[in-house]
């Protein structure tokens, strides 16, 4: 798929999923390359008037930075522990609508928005619709730097292929200053399962798994826009 489609594609999704956004809502701001276009356009709304009294909780710095700039006013989970909605992008998405995020190695603060959200919209295109977890992506598994190669060994132990995510020469470090351990587990048959056990793992901070969150998933593909509801 060419680039400029894939682009489009996202842009398809995003401004469709940023229709469900109303006046007065606490919107969670997605991470990524297609939640972007949603956060755009919920700027471009509340700017012409569409949108009033919207209050934006950004799920990373890259986003909230973005955020600033477009002029969206911010809010914290200290001063809204509710959010209304939250459109944010994903790696995977299974039938289920069980997913794998964390290919931008923000799902630690993705997590925790998505917890506090009533409405769970994730925007892809359809390349990221799959069959089973793990079938074309590694989770992410955040970890402390603190004896890494442990948890990399406990992952192997799990029968994963773990590789420590690196930006450039040095290791990739997330907004929580955390590594990633990106855990090839081929395809998972019990997802839940799996994240239990990641969860029960001193080390491990968060991994990438979210796990019957998603309400709502809009799939953007040749054939135009599908919302998919759970």
Known sequence: MPA???????????????GFVESGMIVGLGSG???IFATRR???????GELTGVLGLPT???????AIELGIPLTTLARHPRVDITIDGADEVDPKFNLIKGGGGAHLREKIVAQATERLVIVADDSKLVDQLGATWAIPVEVIPFGWESQAAYLESLGAAPTLRMNGDAPFHTDGGNLILDADFGPIVDPAALARQLESRAGIVEHGLFIGMTRDVVVAGADGIQHLRR
Do not use: C, V, Y
């Not at 400029?4 to 999923?17: H, I, P, T, V, W």
């Not at 919920?42 to 012409?48: F, G, V, W």
């Open 42 to 48: 919920i700027a471009h709304s509340l700017h012409s």
């Open 33 to 35: 390359s297609t939640a």
């Open 60 to 66: 990373s710095l890259a986003t909230e930075a973005a």
């Open 4 to 18: 400029m489609n894939s682009d489009a594609l996202k842009r398809q999704a995003g401004e469709f999923a940023a």
